[in-house]
Every structure is written in structure tokens, then in C-alpha cells.
């Protein structure tokens, strides 16, 4: 079973940035996809970003679209969001995925799954 492991999470401003880093215990290539979700309190998990490795393709939820990017690296067995001008709306738990599907449409498409690192943003 991969582990996939969160960091970077924490307590900033609203116009902050904060990375997140995601990193697999086995190579990410076995992956076709990786993913970033978020889940507020009270809220059902949403789509932040996601990453297809064949050729790097990128998907973002709307909301995330300008501001956040997401990022591999298969050397390290990592995958990075990058958040920038992050609003107190941001405010979630925010999960790592990965699914071996090469199309998906949900969240129940990927079967692994990271425990989460927090991200709050205080106005």
C-alpha cells in the first residue's frame, strides 16, 4: 500500500503563500495522475489541481486557476501546490491523491490518499 505523506500546511495571511509537498513511498510513476483536494469544515472534499506525468498535463478547480500551481517531481517521488494570494476562503484541510486510472472524473477515481495537512488563512 503507497503511503503518500503531506507537509507544508500552517497559519498565514490572507495575500500569503504557502507550498505543499506530497511525497509517495514508492515512484510517482506508477501514477498516471496525482491530485491536490481540500476539504473545509462542514463542506464536502472539492478539486484543487491535479497532475497527468505523460506529458505534465494540468487540471484546476476555477477557484485555483491563477493563483495556485501545481508541480512534480519523479526524482523525489514528490508532488508541490504551490499557493499564492491565498484568501481565507483557501481554508481547508488539503489532501494529496493518486490513481493509476488515466482518465478520471472524482475524487472516488483515486485510491490513495495522504492524511492531510492544514491550511488556515486569517483575514
Known amino acids: 500500500q503507497v503511503q503518500l505523506v503531506e507537509s507544508g500546511g500552517g497559519m498565514v495571511q490572507a495575500g500569503d503563500s504557502l507550498r505543499l509537498s506530497c511525497v509517495a513511498s514508492i515512484r510517482t510513476f506508477i501514477y498516471n495522475n496525482m491530485a491536490w483536494f481540500r476539504q473545509a469544515p462542514g463542506k464536502e472534499r472539492e478539486f484543487v489541481a491535479a497532475?497527468?506525468?505523460?506529458?505534465?498535463?494540468?487540471y484546476y478547480a476555477a477557484s485555483a486557476k491563477g493563483r495556485f500551481t501545481i508541480s512534480g517531481d519523479s526524482a523525489k517521488n514528490t508532488v508541490y501546490l504551490q499557493m499564492n494570494s491565498l484568501k481565507p476562503e483557501d481554508t481547508a484541510v488539503y489532501y494529496c491523491?493518486?490513481?493509476?486510472?488515466?482518465?478520471?472524473?472524482?475524487?472516488?477515481?483515486?485510491?490513495?490518499w495522504g492524511q492531510g495537512t492544514q491550511v488556515t488563512v486569517s483575514s
Open positions: 497532475i497527468r506525468w505523460s506529458g505534465g498535463i494540468r
Open positions: 491523491a493518486a490513481t493509476t486510472r488515466l482518465n478520471w472524473s472524482s475524487s472516488s477515481d483515486f485510491g490513495s
